[in-house]
């Protein structure tokens, strides 16, 4: 048996997935946004990413690597995240994976390249709506995927020409 736990880390709202054996389970958007303060919300996040986690024997926890795109900032408090999570999992003995998202989307079927963020994030969402007939949001649904990609389950295939109506209007 196995659980693997998705994690679409945010400096203000976190999505997280849980599957079992290939399947989907549960998910949970933890929305810190109305915290100004970074300071006032990375230990109120940590804190309910951890007991989220704690409700399931999970056995890996995947969680998306933050990549710079212009904000240094940003990736340091994301890695700041991702440090704190990549510890609680050593301390409970849960495998860390820690991919590129040009990774994980690979693996699930979705377009790479040099789309706009805007796309790729409306991709995703597509993807879970289609896949789990869930209307969620674009961390919500990454962090699905990402959990997704975790098993060996064939290929959603969104590309950006099935999102561009949803982008552009």
Request: glycine share 6%; net charge negative.
């Amino acid at each position: 048996m196995s659980i693997i736990a998705g994690i679409d880390g945010s400096t203000s709202k976190t999505g997280i997935a849980i599957f079992k054996n290939g399947k989907y389970i549960d998910h949970i958007l933890i929305d810190y946004h109305k915290l100004t303060s970074f300071e006032d919300r990375f230990p109120e996040m940590t804190r309910d990413i951890m007991s989220y986690l704690e409700k399931w024997d999970v056995d890996k926890i995947i969680m998306e690597k933050s990549v710079l795109k212009s904000n240094i900032d940003t990736v340091q408090k994301l890695s700041m995240l991702a440090g704190a999570i990549m510890y609680y999992a050593v301390s409970n003995g849960i495998e860390f994976k820690n991919p590129v998202p040009t990774e994980w989307r690979k693996i699930i079927g979705l377009s790479q390249g040099r789309t706009k963020r805007e796309i790729l994030k409306a991709e995703a969402i597509k993807a879970v709506q289609i896949t789990y007939g869930l209307d969620v949001t674009d961390d919500e649904a990454e962090a699905i995927l990402i959990a997704r990609s975790g098993f060996d389950l064939p290929q959603i295939n969104i590309t950006s020409d099935d999102v561009s109506d949803e982008v552009w209007g």
